[in-house]
């Protein structure tokens, strides 16, 4: 009896438990994202600066592997077969924003752009709000599994995230523009602080399907 | 025993059939529907529900039937129950669920009118009156069901994923649980007729089991029943699934739950002599509809979420579908009687 228990709910909880990891890994690349500016802003591409990149390549690709497991697991043992679909794209939505976060760590890494001091106080703001949002999105999409007035709480703040990042996205373009900085700079750095921002823009993306899984859901 | 028997019983065989493939999808339809359990597995628990059901719960329900009308000629009895299987096949046919409750009741009246049979105008109205109750006691049900799932959810913080593993074990004891009563209340429906004939002598099983001649008639039954769950619920199931309103597994629970609840209401023999031992208003032991009481819930549902759900064409196509599906079975009854004694010369019903 214990046994037929056991492997009954073996595989539930089994993928319960990769759902809980892969949200681990947003907020392990959230703070890792942060860490990464912070090293960038003090020492540029330093040695440290490479090792953190390192380290967000394994979260990253640790992630790959926790979704195809997820995916399978969900097929194989005919789980949450009203939801399947969503959980997927979920867990895909996940899977974009940390690999947003390592790309925009890489580009840092290989194009090592000048960031003038001025800038680096707001840079280093919007990094914080950025990685602000996907902790929040990682907190809500993980309570649509268990509770779902959390969701709706989370949801709210990582609007609030995103709407803030936005802003100073907005400001630091126009500030870099104002500059006396060549052209060339000035667009590499645009370019640089819209993919900083965009990852927001996914997590946003991210929420709101959750949202939307958890109208279904409670119909 | 007689060959000739079991040639008439097979109207009533046939009607199990109809009753099997059209009710199974009551019972587990939404189960299946939502992907939650596979059909091969829940079909087989049913059968084996339906049969132990049938055998040990069948006595009361079939009482009341009996009361209606009693059939009192074999080939009478086999043109009551091809009758009422015509007219759920026809249904079936048509994509319509129907009751073979009502099918059946339509069918004896038929019989009745025909054999100038004085009608039991109390029994037909407790009968009746059963097929308003029972959907609506099993939609008052649902809603507290659902109420109540809605309150554990919300002051649990169970995984989802392990919610949806215990709403598949559930959705599989129910279905036990609905097919048990769909046995006991709706095997009188499938050879409930043939109970005045039956030449069956007590079957033994060791020193364990005796079943007594009606029980072996039971058995027979619900064995066309289960023939019916297993070759033809699950297109039944495709046609119907879940186009009456969509729903989660969760509310797939509650639905067969409270289907069952209704169903084992009308039939338990314990409860009705509780009832009638204690001052409180008794509750008829009367063959009901598991279909009426599947739209009796998920109406109930539908209605506590505001009604936006709900699927109200394919409402009306079904309850269309209640008030044809007697008619029917009351006009084929007559006219086949008539056929039967006239030109096959059988009697049709005796004269006391």
Redesign the interface.
Known sequence: MFNLKFSMFSGTRDLEEKIDEMHDKIIESAMCFRQAFDIYFKEKRSLNYRRISKKMKNIEAAADDLRREIESKLYIHNLIPDLRADVLQMVENIDKVINEFDEVTHKFYIEQPDIPSQYQEKFGKLVREVSECAENMAIASRAFFRDFTTVRDYAKKVFLWERESDKTWAELKQEVFDSDMELAHKIQLNTLIGDVADVADKAEDCIDSVLIFTIKRDI | MDLSYLFFLSSGLFLGWSLGANDAANIFGTAVG???VRFKLIAGVACIFVVLGSVFGGSGASATLGHLGSVNALSGAFMVALSAALAVYMMLRAGVTVSTSQAIVGAIIGWNLYAGKHTDIATLLQIVSTWTLCPLISGLVAVLLYMLSKRIQKCS??????R??LTR?GLILTAAVGAYALGANNIANVVGVFIQSCPFKPVKFGNILTLNPTQVLFLLGSTAISVGILTYSHKVIKTVGNNLM?M??MVALIIVLSQAAVLLLFSSVSLHNWLEASPLPTIPLVPVSSTQAVIGAVLGIGLI?GGR?INWGIIGKIVIGWITAPLMAMIICFISLFFLENVFNQTVYLVQ
Not at chain 2, 157 to 162: A, G, K, R, V
């Open positions: 939502s992907k939650m913080s169970m995984h989802l994923l392990m949806d593993q074990i969509r989660s597994p979420k759900n």
